[in-house]
C-alpha cells in the first residue's frame, strides 16, 4: 500500500517552487498522448533538482539515493506540445530513507501525482545507508520550509 502524504499533492500551492519540463514529441505513445515513462521521467526531473545539489554540497562523492517505490496517480491525459511544471517536496525522513511527494501541473490543472520512497545509498559499498547528520539537518529545515 503507498505512502499517504498529509499533504494535497494536487494543488500547486503545496510546493514551495515547480520545475518546468518541455514535452518532446518522443514523450507520446501510438495514443497520441504523453506516455506514462514519460511521466515518471518528469517527476525524476523534479527530484533530481530537489535533492541533487544537496547531495553534491554535502553528500560527498559515494552518496546518492535511489528510488525504492514510485506510485504515480494519473488524472488527466497529457499531450503535445506544451511545458508541465514539477512540484516537489520532502514529506517524511527515515533513516534511511524519505518520502518524497510531487505534483505535475499543466497551467492550473493537476495531471498526476506521485510519491516516492527514495533511500540514501553509499555508492562505494553498494547498500543503503544512514546519511550524514548534515544532510538530515538540511532535510529537516527544506520539510519546515515546504520543499
Partial sequence: MPEQT??????????????????????????????????????????????GPLLEKLGGASLDTVVARLTIDYLRELRYPGTVEVGTRLVRLGTKSMVIGSGIFLGEACVATAECISVFFDLSKRTSTVPPAAIRTEIERLMREGA
Avoid: K, M, W
Fill in 6 to 51: 498529509p499533504f494535497d499533492l494536487r494543488q500547486r500551492s503545496t510546493f514551495a517552487s515547480l520545475v518546468p519540463v518541455t514535452i518532446r514529441y518522443s514523450d507520446q505513445d501510438p495514443l497520441g498522448h504523453v506516455n506514462n515513462v514519460a511521466i515518471a521521467a518528469y517527476l525524476e526531473v523534479g527530484r533530481t533538482e530537489l535533492l
